[in-house]
Structures are given as structure tokens and as C-alpha cells.
């Protein structure tokens, strides 16, 4: 089948090397020529694992292109440019999506069909179904529950398919199933319902997500609080089956460009409708996950003292591993907060440095591990990248000229990171309140280990 995917970001890119793979052919559009460029040489515009080779082996299928009229001949149209959170209130922009099915209008023909797969605010695809109606076309829904540093496997292999159709819509149900075949004949679960519910699988999926984080982060404020530890607290939580222990990673909380402006304009949405208090709770959602990045910087403080002129090392730019997202990245965050308390913040990242420089070009970056670590007063994992969980404390212990490790995404293993000789604070957790100061020896790793073997 032929496809056309209007917008080539995160998602869109993604979706058009994968459909390629499931056999299409495919003409992903987008207005930005410099990533239209880079993805016709079969280069991923961003870092995200498997989409170069996925490109690369799929180029026979693929074209990209600025030009809108290249949709012509496809039959099944996808929608995946961003709805970023409006500049002056929380509520979805939606003039992206808007602009790309009026784009798209002088060429849809009956028998097309406009697949929305955005996050939009509920209502959106009701009020698109109308213009595209007019060409003849139809437009469905069909929302993607990508996640970066995933989004490959997520494309190709998802856990379900929701269509999102107008009632009785039969052919778009049997065009979308023609799409996704080899995924449909996997027994891949697949839901079919109307416009409405499929717009709000997406944003009640990612509030659910977003909740699951903010409350384990909230019971990291109670274990601070009493001395309980966090991470033993999700262990035992996640056993219950009725629960998971998946997203109950208490630390930084949550970022990137979906779950938190998703939160935001869901919230925003339900004041629209005249429900403001369904959805009240994602404020305080937001808020939890919003304290965790200053607890980070407090915590430095409580330590350090004031934080002018200490030199902090903070690894992880990324609101997350295998990604160079730095949207609302709580790591970005963090190194800009503890920049404004006066910090020397040196910060590094193994992909996402050039991101994080044109987001904030006031920290200074270090490519090299080693070198944002060195004569540091503080260390603080802002990301836990492999490479971050793999230091050897020992080794990062020569490094620097403090031995203090702020682990804001619960990662290290404790013990041997005590046994070095270092004062390691997590984020709700038990060890974070220990009276026992190792501070005393924190010079002497190895003696350190034979003293204090089992610190925690
Ligand atoms: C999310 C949804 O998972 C995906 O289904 C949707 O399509 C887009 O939004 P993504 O933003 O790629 O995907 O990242 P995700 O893996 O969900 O993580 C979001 C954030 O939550 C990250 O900053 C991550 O570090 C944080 N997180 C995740 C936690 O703090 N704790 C956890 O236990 C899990």
C-alpha cells in the first residue's frame, strides 16, 4: 500500500521507516528540509536505537520530502507532527495538526483516509472529520504509545492497536487493518471504538503513567520523611500483581516531550469540557514530579553548604537513557537549578549534549566522562544511562575532589559505592538519613571497604 506520514519527528520518522518495514511504500513529509535531508541519506535525524539501520534497510520503500503534493498517490494518510504545550497556557497548540490536514486537503481523494495518530485534545479528530469529510475522504484515529529509545520495537511490534472510527465505519476499519496486517495476523490485541475514546486512550494512558511515577515519588517524600527506603518500598508494592512494579522507578521524576505537557493539556481539556475536577489531580501529579528536581538541588546544599563556586558534575542531559530528548528533561533541569544556586555545574551526557547546548547554552558541557568528573565537589546521576550505573566507584573516586554522589534516579549499588568512601544520597531512601558520617574516610577507599563492609 502506498502511505504518506505528515511530519517526520520522533514519531512520524519512526512510523515511516516502520511502515516501510511492514512492507508499504512510503513518503514521509515534513517542513524542516535539514531532517528531511538527513533522512533521505537514511541517517535517524535523532538518536534513537535501530531507526538508522531501519532506514537503511528499508530505502527502497522510503522517500522523504518538503513537499506536501507527494501525497498525492499515497491512500492512507498518517498525521504525527507535535502538539506542543500552547506559549500561554497549559492546553495543547494544535495548529500543527491543523495546518498539516489543510495541507493535505487539495489532495485527498474519496476512497483516502486521514489517520491521525498525534496526541490531541479530546474533540480534535470530531472537528477534522468534518473538512477532510468534504474531499471525500475519511479520517480515523489511531493513536501510538511509542517510547523513546524503544520506539522501533513499539512501531513494529506494538501491544495493541486502537482504531478510533466514526460509527459503522467499516472501510477504515479494513484500510487500517491492510496497514498494520502482519501485526493484526500476530493476534496483536486490537480495539475498535469511536473517535472520542481513541483521542482519550492516548491521554489517559500517559496520565496514568505520569500518576504511577508522581505517587512512588510521592511516597519517596514519606520515606524521607520517616527513614523508610523507596526502592525496598516499590519492591515489595510491585509483587501485588493488581499493581506492577513497572513506573514505580522513584527518583526525578518524569519529562520528555509527551508525559508532561500531555498531563497538562488533558487537564486543561477537562476544564474545556466542563469537568475541571476529573482530571484536578494531575496538578498535584505535576507538582510531585516537579519537587523531585529541587529536592536534588536541596539536597546538594544540605551537604555542600551554599553551592557558589562548588564544582558539581552532573551525568545525564536526556530526560532519558538511549535518548538526545532534553524536552522538559528533569537532568536538564537539575543542572540549570543547581547552576542558578551558584554552582560550577560541569555537565555530560553521551548523546545529548548538542540538544541540552541549544536548550541552554549556559552550562558548560564536557563530552568526556572523565573530564566533567574531575576535581568535582559533587556528582550528581541525573540519567542513568549504562555507562553512568557501570562507573566504578573506586576509579570515579580518584577523580574527583570530593567523594559525594547524589544518585537522583536510584541506580548505584550502594554498597560498593559507600565502601569507597563515599557519602551516597538517593532519593527516598533509607541510606540518604543514615547518621553514620563515611565522610571520615573518604580518602581511603581501601580501607574504607575492609571498615565499613556493609554500610547500609
Ligand atoms: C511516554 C509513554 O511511555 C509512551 O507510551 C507515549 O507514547 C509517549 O510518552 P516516553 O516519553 O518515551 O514515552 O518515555 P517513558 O519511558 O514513558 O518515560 C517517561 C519519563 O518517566 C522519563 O523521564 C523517565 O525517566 C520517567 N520514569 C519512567 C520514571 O521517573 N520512573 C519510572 O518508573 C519510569
Request: charged residues 25%.
Amino acid at each position: 500500500m502506498r502511505i504518506s506520514v505528515i511530519g517526520c519527528g520522533y514519531l512520524g520518522a519512526v512510523h515511516a521507516a516502520g511502515m516501510a518495514e511492514l512492507g508499504h511504500d512510503v513518503v514521509g513529509i515534513d517542513v524542516d528540509p535539514a531532517k528531511v535531508a538527513a533522512l533521505a541519506r537514511a541517517e535517524a535525524p535523532f538518536h534513537e536505537p535501530g531507526l538508522t539501520e531501519l532506514l537503511r534497510a528499508n530505502r527502497a520503500r522510503l522517500l522523504f520530502t518538503t513537499d506536501i503534493a507527494a501525497a498525492r498517490d499515497a491512500r492512507v494518510h498518517f498525521i504525527a507532527v507535535g502538539t506542543p504545550q500552547s506559549a500561554d497556557s497549559d492546553a495543547a497548540d494544535t495548529r500543527y495538526v491543523d495546518a498539516a490536514v489543510e495541507a493535505l486537503l487539495p489532495y485527498l481523494r474519496p476512497g483516502h483516509l486521514v489517520v491521525g495518530k498525534s496526541t490531541v485534545p479530546v474533540g480534535t479528530a470530531e472537528r477534522l472529520a468534518v473538512s477532510v469529510a468534504s474531499t471525500g475522504a475519511r479520517l480515523a484515529w489511531n493513536p501510538e504509545f511509542l517510547r523513546e529509545g524503544r520506539a522501533v520495537a513499539d512501531t513494529i511490534t506494538p501491544d495493541r492497536l486502537v482504531y478510533g472510527v466514526a460509527e459503522g465505519d467499516a472501510v477504515s476499519v479494513a484500510a487500517l487493518d491492510e496497514v498494520y496486517e502482519s501485526i493484526v495476523a500476530r493476534q496483536t490485541p486490537r480495539i475498535v471504538t469511536d473517535l472520542a475514546t481513541a483521542q482519550l486512550v492516548k491521554s489517559a494512558a500517559n496520565a496514568f503513567l505520569a500518576t504511577k511515577i508522581s505517587f512512588i515519588n510521592a511516597m519517596a517524600e514519606i520515606a524521607e520523611a520517616v527513614g523508610a527506603d523507596v526502592v525496598q518500598l516499590a519492591d515489595a508494592l510491585g509483587h501485588d500483581a493488581r499493581i506492577g512494579r513497572a513506573f514505580l522507578g522513584a527518583g526525578l521524576g518524569f519529562g520528555g516531550g509527551c508525559l508532561p505537557k500531555d498531563i497538562r493539556a488533558f487537564r486543561a481539556r477537562a476544564g474545556e469540557l466542563g469537568v475541571p475536577d476529573a482530571l484536578g489531580f494531575l496538578a498535584d501529579v505535576d507538582s510531585i514530579n516537579l519537587r523531585r528536581r529541587t529536592r536534588v538541588a536541596d539536597v546538594l546544599e544540605q551537604e555542600l553548604g551554599p553551592l557558589i563556586g562548588r564544582r558539581i558534575a552532573v551525568l545525564g542531559l536526556a530526560f532519558k537513557p538511549d535518548s538526545d530528548d532534553v524536552r522538559d528533561s528533569p537532568a536538564l533541569a537539575v543542572a540549570a537549578m543547581l547552576r542558578d544556586r551558584g554552582g560550577d555545574v560541569v555537565a555530560t551526557d553521551p548523546v545529548a549534549i548538542p540538544t541540552a547546548r541549544a536548550r541552554d547554552p549556559f552550562i558548560t558541557y564536557r563530552s568526556n566522562t572523565d573530564d566533567a568528573l574531575r576535581d568535582a565537589d559533587a556528582v550528581v546521576i541525573a540519567t542513568e544511562w549504562a555507562q553512568f550505573r557501570a562507573l566504578d566507584p573506586v576509579a570515579t573516586g580518584q577523580m574527583v575532589a570530593n567523594r559525594l554522589v547524589v544518585d537522583a534516579r536510584n541506580v548505584l549499588d550502594v554498597d560498593a559505592w559507600r565502601s569507597a568512601g563515599w557519602i551516597v544520597r538517593g532519593l527516598g531512601r533509607a541510606h540518604a538519613l543514615r547518621v553514620e558520617d563515611p565522610r571520615a574516610v573518604q580518602h581511603e577507599p581501601e580501607g574504607a571497604a575492609e571498615r565499613e563492609p556493609d554500610h547500609v
